[in-house]
């Protein structure tokens, strides 16, 4: 059974910084490609950031660029989103994901990160 397992979200102050963290089990997870997505009050769930399966690439969303930081260690199932100057606009519950799980409406539980002073 697939379980992707959130954490690290909480309360910061506009400017700082989070370290989410997402823990995998069920599947070979050294073989797929990896995401972060976040969904604020309201609005449709996005896409923040992607981590190819062997870490060497990364891509982001225009608003994170610069800010955040996608990594993830195969070793121990697990993928890292480090957000730095958050902003408000930066609330909303983050989830991790693979592409195809993503696809198939598949999500876990997220973690809730609040900027708010």
């Known amino acids: 059974q697939v379980q992707l397992v959130e954490s690290g979200g909480g309360l910061v102050q506009p400017g700082g910084s989070l370290r989410l963290s997402c823990v995998a089990s069920?599947?070979?997870?050294?073989?797929?490609?990896m995401s972060w997505y976040r969904q604020a009050p309201g609005k449709e769930r996005e896409l923040v950031a992607t981590i190819t399966f062997s870490g060497y690439t990364t891509s982001y969303a225009d608003s994170v660029k610069g800010r955040f930081t996608i990594s993830r260690s195969n070793a121990k199932n697990t993928v890292y989103l480090q957000m730095n100057s958050l902003k408000p606009e930066d609330t909303a519950v983050y989830y991790c994901?693979?592409?195809?799980?993503?696809?198939?409406?598949?999500w876990g539980q997220g973690t809730q990160v609040t900027v708010s002073s």
């Open positions: 069920g599947f070979t997870f050294s073989s797929y490609a």
């Open positions: 994901n693979s592409e195809g799980r993503a696809k198939m409406g598949l």
